[in-house]
Nanobody
Framework: QVQLVESGGGLVQAGGSLRLSCAAS????????MGWFRQAPGKEREFVGG????????YYDDSVLGRFTISRDNAKNTVYLQMNSLKREDTAVYYC????????????????WGQGTQVTVSS
């Protein structure tokens, strides 16, 4: 079982940047695809972006395309979410999750989840 811990959330002004990290325990991190999701109050959890196990193909929801970048360092068992040009509507709890499915966007395909980190974007 892989355990995930997110960090890097906080309060930022609109237009600013944050970098989230997701540290994974376990020896098979490199075999999994990783996803980032977010959930705002009163809304369903939504897909933000993901990266395949070989890191050859990051993929994103249209709402963050061009602003967010996902990368991974398998040697450090860590995946990153660089968020630039943040908007108020990006405010949410952000979760990382792990999947054996290739390039999935669907929460049921992700078997392990972190506890989440709050991102708040002020105007």
């Amino acid at each position: 079982q892989v355990q995930l811990v997110e960090s890097g959330g906080g309060l930022v002004q609109a237009g600013g940047s944050l970098r989230l990290s997701c540290a994974a325990s376990g020896r098979t991190f490199s075999s999994y695809s990783m996803g980032w999701f977010r959930q705002a109050p009163g809304k369903e959890r939504e897909f933000v972006g993901g990266i395949t196990w070989g890191a050859e193909s990051p993929y994103y929801d249209d709402s963050v395309l061009g602003r967010f970048t996902i990368s991974r360092d398998n040697a450090k068992n860590t995946v990153y979410l660089q968020m630039n040009s943040l908007k108020r509507e990006d405010t949410a709890v952000y979760y990382c999750a792990i999947s054996t499915s290739y390039a999935s966007r669907y929460p049921p395909d992700f078997g392990s989840w972190g506890q989440g980190t709050q991102v708040t974007v002020s105007s």
